[in-house]
């Protein structure tokens, strides 16, 4: 599609497209890669990407498998959608077949094709994953969004579901609960989930349970809601975020066996548009979901790695009235600056999107603001992913040392130091305020 002169997208562009920016997480790359470009330093707390390699024994599979070249079944490649199954009945108690999954290329694109086929309002917690709404804007469903309060950890409560449902009881819904959360990195305790759980059945939604970080918890002790309301659980999970695989594009839902009509009802869509997934990259994904030793001790440390690294950071911003959640999975933090707020507003900065421009510029710290998660634009959040450093190298660190031992300050300062000065630099340019 071509532009008009002035750069902007020609009128006949399909009005649920129009004014659609890039994805704030790639816009925020493509930046920092252009101040890298220009000979700047960059600190880059905006795009959510593993800094650890893909383990060595999954690597390996798909090298094994790089000569398989034939289109696989649109469902998936039946091995691996067992194996997936599999994974699924130990780590979650599901009682789940090979028939019950679906693979695509991505999460991403699953929640985008589930939108597509089910009829149903989408409503999302907010802050929330920079693609969720988006992609019901392309898609033309309405959008309900649920606000959060950070005493909550910025987390989706009971209450607030049931009074969203009960405006409309017999309305179809569909309700994202993505957890360790994108972008706060907290998760939720079991009551929590219990409760959420019995409010979605009597109301009958349909939960689409993004877990991509669920193995990124960061004691390894992430429950699936799927636990709770089989019945009306669609569990979303993939490579990308604790398998390091991001670029390898592979994502996985799981259905209750009574919602194989909708599954199906995507897989026939997903045959007019991807048609399968990469044949490579699944049969790598076998060894993947399969687990064993290696993946053990890789999670382990990554793990490890993340938490420690998080609770540092958080621990640092905090001391300076800085508030947030704890860190409880994944690799980003939700900070709240409104502290702040009278000294930002006399240096002409009222909004969590020129505060984010003013940090980058005079510091080179590149994070996002709240408002890019759907929170107001005055409230004075940004979402950092405290991802630049070379996961490699911490990696094989992490691993020489005692499974028991805690990463001290010295070992985040020799391994994840880029990210230590970040926040010491984000500290320091409030403070100077």
């Not at 039946?78 to 693979?103: C, Q, W, Y």
Request: glycine residues 8%; proline residues 6%.
């Amino acid at each position: 599609m071509s532009k008009n002169n002035n750069g902007n997208l020609p009128a006949s562009l399909n009005l649920n497209v129009r004014g659609l920016k890039t994805s704030a997480t790639l816009a925020i790359n493509e930046v920092s890669r252009q101040l890298v470009s220009q000979g700047k330093e960059v600190y880059r707390l905006g795009l959510g990407q593993s800094p650890f390699p893909v383990p060595q024994v999954v690597v390996k599979a798909l090298q094994e498998n790089a000569f398989q070249k034939d289109y696989l079944p649109v469902k998936g490649l039946p091995e691996l959608r067992a194996t997936i199954a599999e994974f699924n009945r130990k780590a979650h108690g599901l009682n789940s077949t090979a028939e019950d999954v679906i693979i695509g290329p991505g999460s991403k694109e699953l929640i985008f094709l589930l939108q597509m086929v089910y009829y149903g309002d989408l409503v999302i917690p907010t802050p929330s994953w920079v693609s969720y709404s988006p992609q019901a804007q392309i898609i033309g469903r309405p959008v309900s969004w649920v606000p959060t309060y950070e005493k909550d950890k910025w987390m989706l409560t009971p209450e607030k579901l049931d009074i969203i449902c009960r405006a409309d009881p017999e309305r179809p819904r569909v309700v994202i609960l993505n957890y360790p959360n994108n972008p706060t990195g907290a998760t939720y305790t079991l009551a929590q989930l219990r409760e959420i759980a019995r409010v979605a059945r009597k109301h009958k939604v349909i939960l689409v349970s993004d877990e991509i970080y669920g193995l990124l918890h960061h004691r390894g002790q992430h429950v699936s809601i799927s636990r709770f309301y089989p019945e009306g659980t669609i569990l979303s999970s993939g490579l990308s975020k604790w398998c390091g695989a991001g670029g390898w594009r592979l994502g996985t839902f799981t259905f209750p066996s009574s919602m194989r009509w909708l599954l199906n009802a995507m897989a026939t869509v997903a045959s007019e548009t991807y048609t399968a997934t990469s044949a490579p990259i699944q049969y790598a994904a076998i060894t993947a979901f399969q687990g064993g030793q290696e993946i053990e001790n890789y999670l382990l440390f990554t793990r490890k790695i993340l938490g420690s690294l998080g609770r540092f950071i958080a621990q640092s911003l905090q001391k300076n009235n800085i508030t947030l959640p704890n860190p409880e999975g994944g690799f980003y933090l939700f900070p709240n600056f409104g502290y702040y707020r009278e000294k930002l507003i006399r240096k002409d900065i009222y909004t969590s999107v020129e505060m984010c421009d003013v940090i980058l510029k005079e510091t080179g710290v590149a994070m996002l603001p709240g408002r890019d998660f759907g929170r107001q634009p005055e409230e004075l959040t940004v979402r950092m992913a405290y991802v630049d450093f070379d996961g490699d190298k911490a990696l094989q660190a992490a691993m020489a040392l005692s499974p028991d031992k805690p990463l001290t300050e010295r070992f985040l300062n020799e391994y994840c130091g880029k990210m230590i000065r970040s926040v010491n630099l984000i500290n320091d340019w409030f403070l100077s305020l």
